[in-house]
């Protein structure tokens, strides 16, 4: 008799506790939707992992600008390239979902860095909200105009001539150019020293002041020097040739099969960033991304708009992680 009259008190104690959770929990939902629905109130952070000069950046500021004209909100790019990314990965993982902190990372952030420098002190699944992916960009080995090197077999047999001597630089420790020196070391038994950078433009910085020998970029960069003559490009590190330079020939027709990558910019929030508020930014992303009047002059530096659902961004990061511990492995890179 005692038990049962317990037993319903019990049950009428979890029925209104369930209760009271539900509207907490609906009344939570309807602040985020609000929250979303007024977003934004006020300026907007978009950190970019790398400094001013290289691809994060070319490809942030147009996005900022087009974010800041249309939201009627300042978007302002805040670089903080150093250590890789991973200051700037950190620092995201650690902000607030509330919108006011976007990030826009890259391939190396997001996928090699934390094979290469681990742990990295993020996880970029689980510290992250995908939001959508922005451009892929074609990278490149260049060097000073005057090396008198002209092909990919040439800087191989300079390389053996010279071991230990040749240096390469990189945007940073763990990214897709410093995996490419990895690569090639590996894959034809030279000694090619790495040397990172904080970001593809000073990468680019050193090789023209000749701290360097070769530089693994990309086109931005890179880009005024190949047109004041400078720099020349040796060859390309995407499986395809770029309508940009169609005459650089790929790294796998230069006699590496399998040497291949391609880097990418996306966007992303810290976690937890509610679904209101990412279909909003990912439906802007595509807007900006389809804007000829963006699209072509991000084309023009090499970045090509490719906007995803957050959903194959994801795919795309768990695909890059796949490939690039198999290329770990079968190469036998070591960091
Ligand atoms: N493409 C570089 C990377 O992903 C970015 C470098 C930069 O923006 O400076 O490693």
Redesign the pocket.
């Known amino acids: 008799m005692i038990e049962s009259s317990l037993a319903e008190s019990n049950s009428a104690v979890m029925a209104a506790l369930a209760t009271v959770l539900l509207g907490l929990a609906a009344t939570s939902l309807a602040l985020a939707q609000d929250a979303a629905r007024s977003y934004p109130m006020k300026p907007i952070r978009l950190i970019?992992p790398?400094?001013p000069?290289?691809?994060?950046?070319?490809v942030a500021r147009p996005i900022a600008a087009s974010f800041t004209k249309a939201w009627g909100q300042p978007v302002v790019v805040d670089n903080r390239?150093s250590g890789g990314?991973v200051i700037a990965h950190q620092m995201v993982a650690q902000a607030l979902p509330d919108g006011y902190t976007l990030f826009l990372s890259?391939?190396?952030?997001m996928v090699s860095t934390p094979l290469v420098i681990n742990p990295a002190g993020y996880d970029p699944y689980k510290d992250f909200t995908p939001v959508g992916l922005a451009t892929l960009?074609p990278?490149f080995l260049v060097a000073q105009v005057s090396l008198p090197v002209n092909t990919v077999q040439d800087v191989i047999a300079m390389a053996r001539a010279n071991p230990g001597k040749l240096t390469f630089s990189?945007?940073?420790t763990g990214?897709?150019?410093h995996f490419a020196v990895e690569m090639l070391n590996s894959m034809t038994g030279v000694k090619g020293i790495h040397v990172p950078y904080k970001?593809?433009?000073p990468?680019i910085v050193a090789l023209l002041s000749g701290e360097v020998t070769f530089c693994f970029?990309?086109y931005p960069?890179a880009r005024p020097h190949l047109n004041s003559g400078r720099l020349k490009a040796i060859a390309m590190a995407g499986a395809k040739r770029t309508p940009l330079m169609p005459q650089v020939p790929t790294m796998i027709e230069s006699g590496l099969p399998g040497f291949e990558y391609t880097?990418w910019?996306a966007l992303f929030g810290p976690a937890r960033m509610s679904r209101t508020m990412v279909d909003f930014i990912n439906a802007e992303l595509h807007r900006v991304l389809h804007d000829r009047s963006i699209a072509e002059p991000l084309l023009a530096q090499g970045a090509e708009a490719t906007p995803s659902t957050p959903e194959e961004l994801t795919r795309r990061m768990r695909d890059e992680q796949a490939r690039w511990m198999k290329v770990i492995k079968s190469q036998n890179l070591k960091f």
């Open positions: 970019a790398f400094p000069g290289g691809g994060t950046d070319a390239g990314g890259t391939g190396a952030g960009l990278a990189s945007s940073g990214g897709g150019h970001g593809g433009g990468a970029g990309n960069a880097t910019y």
